[in-house]
């Protein structure tokens, strides 16, 4: 770094793909504006206005959500997949990608999915209200609610009422989080709420008051703010099953994170070419 009488001039060097995998903190950077977040490498969508994805037809078949959603994944990804990596990114990625095609049917059809970590269970539990298409980017995105779970939450008894629903009848899937890709997590769901807004942040909301975002990293612990609950959510209060939830939940848009060419290769799996 050289100091000039009327400015600094800093020199600074592309981060490798090491640094940006091994540590959460530059997966999702956020910075604080007047009432407002900017988010600096996720493009912000309009969800209501996005095509929604029908699946409720089987006989089309969703081979191509697999295909699709494979597609995110580069060659060095799919190297460390094989050998059972402990990559952050790589392991949200594939947290997203079970999400995706769990609820388009790929898997056993859910569209209710806990975040469950190491370190204590199920602490998020995210409703899917549909898939829709992003057509800025031509790819799939979550149009869910998400509901953080901590101890105070949970005693309430329509919460509750519906915790032993699920667990009786085995409805929710289960999105394990390995290490730290549970604090993974806590860094994108601010974000994905934050690209979908249509709601304004009150003057009172907790990121300004903790001046931190996300809230907290922590299990069990609430990273987003409570500016957007019950707000704008889709059609999360039609489904006749979440009725009575809708004051603790917010919407997000969750979508998945490609690769970009200038790091990784990618091959195409049906041509064997290279992109």
Known sequence: ??????????????????????????LFPLSPGERALHITNIHRVNLDALPILDFDDTSRGVDWVTAHT????????????????????????DNLLSLIVTFAGAQNVKNVFGIESSQGGVDTLLFVNQLRLDTSTNSIVADVCILPMTKKLIRLPVILDYLRKITKEKIMGAIHTADVTGEAWKQLLPVVVERCRTWSHRDNCEYS?????????SHSKIPICGCGQGLALGSFSKV??????????????????????????????????RT
């Open 1 to 26: 770094m050289n100091a000039y009488p009327d400015h600094v001039q800093v020199a600074a060097s592309v981060a490798d793909r090491t640094t940006l995998r091994d540590s959460i903190t530059y």
């Open 240 to 273: 006749k099953a979440w009725q009575g939830l809708e004051a603790f939940v917010t919407r997000a848009a969750i979508g998945l994170f490609f690769s970009p060419s200038f790091l990784d290769t990618m091959t195409l799996p049906e041509h064997g070419g």
């Open 209 to 217: 008051i903790e001046g931190r975002v996300p809230l907290t990293l």
């Open 70 to 93: 494979s597609l995110a994944f580069s060659d060095q990804e799919r190297q460390l997949r094989k050998n059972d990596s402990k990559d952050v990114l790589l392991n949200l990625k």
